[in-house]
T-cell receptor, first 112, second 110 residues
């Protein structure tokens, strides 16, 4: 079965704390893509990153970093020095062929 | 152009109205999708068009009618909707190197 699990339903942190959002996926395909999206209260789906299954290099973009580990089927997302504007629902997703499977999402609240 | 453009951004319609949602992309993607997202839930797939032909219909009620007039355009025709159909409707397209979502249409049925 193709599935994405985000075990953390809701996380609250205080501004400037680091926070890691977990994502575990299941797939039988050897070629697939993993995504992270941010959905702020305004509702639009904001693309953050796309990673293919053959590229296990970790990635850093400003305060955001991603840790992809095929051995544990995980694609975790860390926000360093969180800010109030990071408050949103974050979705991890798996794409194989035309199929796109979203995780249930993690609601992150960053308190001032 | 690396975007999927959806119009309108917001739509309020009565249960007897007929309206259409529009989605456009110019990335040469040959697959296009409609998703529905209810509050606090992930998006759920409704329809898939591949090379302008409907390839997947996820048991969507007939009051939602998709149309793909050409490879760049995808419409969703709405008729006799119910208040529970109120949601964010997302369009997406995919090609060899990408899967891209639009910003969505926030639909309210009154």
């Amino acid at each position: 079965a193709q599935k994405v699990t985000q075990a953390q339903t809701e996380i609250s942190v205080v501004e400037k704390e680091d926070v890691t959002l977990d994502c575990v996926y299941e797939t039988r395909d050897t070629t697939y893509y993993l995504f992270w999206y941010k959905q702020p209260p305004s509702g639009e789906l904001v693309f953050l990153i796309r990673r293919n299954s053959f590229d296990e290099q970790n990635e850093i973009s400003g305060r955001y970093s991603w840790n992809f580990q095929k051995s544990t089927s995980s694609f975790n997302f860390t926000i360093t020095a969180s800010q109030v504007v990071d408050s949103a629902v974050y979705f991890c997703a798996l794409n194989y062929g035309q199929n796109f499977v979203f995780g249930p999402g993690t609601r992150l609240s960053v308190l001032p | 152009d690396t975007e999927v453009t959806q119009t309108p951004k917001h739509l309020v319609m009565g249960m007897t109205n007929k309206k259409s949602l529009k989605c456009e992309q110019h990335m040469g993607h040959r697959a296009m999708y409609w998703y529905k997202q209810k509050a606090k839930k992930p998006p759920e797939l409704m329809f898939v068009y591949s090379y302008e032909k409907l390839s997947i219909n996820e048991s969507v009620p007939s009051r939602f009618s998709p149309e793909c007039p050409n490879s760049s355009l995808l419409n969703l025709h709405l008729h006799a909707l119910q208040p529970e159909d109120s949601a964010l409707y997302l369009c997406a397209s995919s090609g060899l190197y990408g899967y891209t979502f639009g910003s969505g249409t926030r639909l309210t049925v009154v």
